[in-house]
């Protein structure tokens, strides 16, 4: 394992493309970069810096005797799936569990305002010179700043675990791209596979496009220009068809470059398009510019609106299936593709360097992110996606996959075809942060309170501001 600037990298966000679990904070902000990405000046391995933990001899403890197994994450996501789904699990009380004679502890912080990174950050940098009860032995990230952990020595290789390729050998590729080093090495695991795409309401696709059958509401949204007509006949029918921020991850997901290229701000042609788009849908009353997770923007899980756009944790997390009244409670919600494919966020597993619970650990990643009769259990009792392509196909192929939420349809063979057509290439460093720019400053514009021109000059100011190395 090279040495790398530990301290300097955990204050570097490197970044993917968005947001990655619902009631994430859309604005929370990211740790700024001191100097370059990671993956150019400020990744380089340095022979004078010393990690605080150096991999190579910490990766492997000569025997697993820690008490105490310390997690980290920034929500009840995991903690519930390790509850539920972890056999020799056995809860205390909500924030400690026991797994045989080990004390497990559940340290979580929300990721508002960049708390749940500070908080890691902070803590992993003493990690080497804690003591073996307060070491953190795993932790959680999402996918839009996953590099800036696994990039460095304090994540253990997968490998260095005992964990080998074949045991994975059934997860999606993109599942396994995101949390490789800069030298290809492998540091985490996920159990979601969080392709994504348009969740529509029933009742009201009845009334616009004539049937709530998934084939025949494809049509209505199959590319941008349909997804248009269908929009404003949904605004004429009374209904509104969603807000600009859901359709944003779709188009940026689907662009044809990165947001810097040579250290120049480029907005993509199909940024463009979004911006055209929404405001002509805007202009028209089709569409709103409510925040994603605002009271406004929930109020659609009560009905009113045409579609949500996600993943399959987003059926289970955020369109409130157990509330009485909602739409989902009444098994009043569709899924189709939509307009192109995309994904959305995930959460992975990595093990923390120092931790004196290697078996355990080990035997947590295999068992929820490899381990097919889990994975299923996954699915099935959490409407999630899960990053087995056997097990998805298995649930593709009868009724087992059926989703009382979406009214008994079956999505697993859409989410499953999603999953094989991610397409990280165009991933950088600078994405969490120019998505955020973009969309706040161009709100202005759709709200009729700037224009074109003076939205962008707001977009470059607040961009530059937190990368002082790009330019327009």
């Known amino acids: 394992m090279k040495k790398k600037v530990i301290s300097t990298l955990l204050a570097t966000a490197m970044v993917a493309t968005l947001l990655a679990g619902c009631g994430g904070s859309a604005a929370a902000p990211a740790a700024e970069p001191a100097a370059e990405p990671a993956a150019t000046e400020e990744a380089a391995p340095t022979e004078e810096a010393a990690p605080a933990a ?39 009380d909500e924030t400690h569990g026991k797994i045989g004679d080990v004390d497990v502890v559940w340290n979580i912080t929300p990721s508002d305002d960049n708390a749940y990174q500070n908080n890691l950050d902070a803590t992993l940098l003493k990690q080497a010179d804690a003591a ?15 590099l800036k952990y696994v990039d460095t020595d304090y994540t253990m290789a997968l490998p260095d675990l005992g964990i080998t390729d074949a045991d994975l050998a059934d997860q999606y590729t ?22 994504a795409g348009l969740i529509y309401n029933r009742e009201i696709a009845k009334e ?31 209904y509104q068809m969603c807000s600009v921020n859901d359709t944003y991850r779709v188009y940026s997901n689907n662009v044809s470059g990165q947001w810097v290229q040579g250290n120049k701000i480029v907005i993509d042609k199909n940024m463009e398009n979004w911006v055209n788009d929404s405001k002509e849908l805007v202009d028209a009353k089709a569409e709103n510019t409510y925040d994603l ?27 409130d299936a157990d509330a009485d009244g909602t739409v989902a409670n009444k098994g009043g919600w569709g899924y189709v ?5 995309y994904y959305w966020g995930g959460t992975w597993i990595c093990a923390a360097t120092g931790t004196d619970n290697a078996s355990l650990v080990k035997d947590i990643i295999l068992t929820m992110t490899t381990d097919k009769a889990v994975l299923k259990d996954i699915a099935q009792k959490d409407a999630d996606c899960v990053n087995s392509k056997s097990v998805l196909a298995e649930l593709a192929a009868d009724e087992s996959g059926n989703l009382a939420l979406l009214g008994g349809q079956n999505p697993y063979k859409m989410l499953a075809d999603g999953a094989e057509k991610v397409d990280l290439s165009n991933l950088s460093a600078y994405d969490q942060g120019c998505n955020e720019e973009f969309q706040k400053a161009l709100k202005n514009y759709f709200d009729g309170n700037s224009t074109y021109e003076e939205a962008l000059d707001l977009f470059y100011k607040g961009v530059i501001e937190k990368y002082p190395e790009v330019s327009k």
């Open 132 to 146: 073996a009860d307060d070491k953190i032995d795993l932790f959680l990230v999402e996918a839009d700043y996953a």
């Open 54 to 92: 150096d991999a190579t001899e910490e990766a492997a403890p000569a025997a697993d005797e820690g008490k105490v197994l310390n997690i980290y994450a920034w929500n009840e996501e995991f903690k519930s799936r390790l509850t539920d789904h972890y056999a020799n699990y056995t809860k205390v």
């Open 208 to 238: 616009v496009v004539g049937s709530d059958d998934p084939e025949e509401v494809q049509k209505a949204v199959a590319d941008w220009a349909k997804f248009k007509e269908t929009a404003k006949k949904v605004q004429e029918a009374g």
């Open 174 to 195: 993109y599942t396994q791209s995101i949390v490789k080093d800069s030298n290809g090495v492998l540091k985490g695991s996920s159990w979601q596979a969080c392709s």
């Open 293 to 319: 997770w605002g009271d406004d923007w929930a109020k659609g899980k009560q009905g009113g609106v045409f579609c949500y756009f996600g993943p399959a944790w987003f059926f289970n997390f955020c369109l």
């Open 337 to 341: 593709v939509g307009p192109q494919s």
